[in-house]
C-alpha cells in the first residue's frame, strides 16, 4: 500500500515537474523571440541617398556658385579659397547654366596657354543642356552609377522645379559608402558579443 502511494506521488510529481520545465522554455523562446525582433538591423547602401551625402559634404557650407560671365582667374580663386574642383554656373537671371572644373581649367585655359583674366568661365564650362543631374532623394548607388557611366566627378543636385540645390562629388559618395559599411561592421562586432540579431544585408 505503502509502495504504491510513493509510486502515485513520484509520477505526479514527474508531470508537474515536466510541465514547469515547458513553461520555462516556452517563457524563454517568447523572450528571445521578442529580443532578437528589436535587433534586427536592415544595412543597404542603396538605403542612402544624395541628399545625406549632401548634408556631410564639404560643398553644403560654402556657396559653390559662380556667374557664368566671371573671368577664370575668379573661378580659380574660389576653387582655391574653398579648396573644391567645381563649381555650379548661373546665368544672368540666377539659373542653372552649367558646371566648370578644375578639369575644365587645366585643359581649356593652362594647357593651351590661354590666360584665365582674359576669359569667361561660360567659355570653358558645361552647358546644363550637357549635364549629368541628380535628385536629393536618388540613391547613392544610383548617383554612383551616373558618375561612373559618364567618367565625372560631380553631380548638380536639382529639385522637382528644376532648381539647383546642392552639388555632391564623388568623394561625398565614397565617404556614404565607407559610413555604412562601419556601420555594419559595428553591428555585426556587437553581434559577436552576444548584443546584436538578426541581420538582413
Not at 510529481?13 to 522554455?25: D, E, F, G
Not at 532578437?36 to 548634408?55: F, I, L, P
Not at 594647357?111 to 540613391?139: C, E, F, H, W
Request: charged share 25%; hydrophobic share 40%.
Amino acid at each position: 500500500m505503502l509502495s504504491a502511494c510513493a509510486s502515485s506521488i513520484a509520477r505526479a510529481s514527474a508531470r508537474t515537474l515536466s510541465h514547469h520545465r515547458l513553461q520555462a522554455s516556452a517563457a524563454v523562446s517568447s523572450h528571445f523571440a521578442a529580443t532578437t525582433s528589436k535587433r534586427t538591423v536592415t544595412s543597404k547602401v542603396g538605403d542612402r541617398t544624395a541628399e545625406h551625402a549632401w548634408n556631410k559634404s564639404c560643398y553644403s557650407g560654402i556657396d559653390y556658385t559662380i556667374s557664368e560671365d566671371a573671368n577664370v582667374f575668379d573661378m580659380v580663386e574660389k576653387m582655391a579659397a574653398y579648396d573644391v574642383g567645381c563649381l555650379v554656373t548661373k546665368d544672368k537671371e540666377g539659373k542653372l547654366s552649367g558646371v566648370v572644373s578644375e578639369r575644365d581649367y587645366v585643359t581649356k585655359v593652362a594647357l593651351l596657354g590661354n590666360s584665365s583674366k582674359d576669359m569667361k568661365v561660360k567659355q570653358i564650362s558645361t552647358k546644363a543642356a550637357n549635364l549629368v543631374m541628380a535628385r536629393p532623394y536618388d540613391t547613392v548607388d544610383a548617383c554612383m552609377d551616373k558618375m561612373l557611366s559618364r567618367d565625372i566627378r560631380h553631380l548638380p543636385l536639382i529639385d522637382d522645379m528644376g532648381q539647383v540645390v546642392g552639388i555632391i562629388s564623388i568623394k561625398d559618395l565614397i565617404k556614404e559608402c565607407l559610413d555604412e559599411k562601419e556601420h555594419t561592421l559595428n553591428q555585426l562586432a556587437s553581434f559577436a558579443v552576444g548584443e546584436g540579431g538578426h541581420f538582413v544585408m
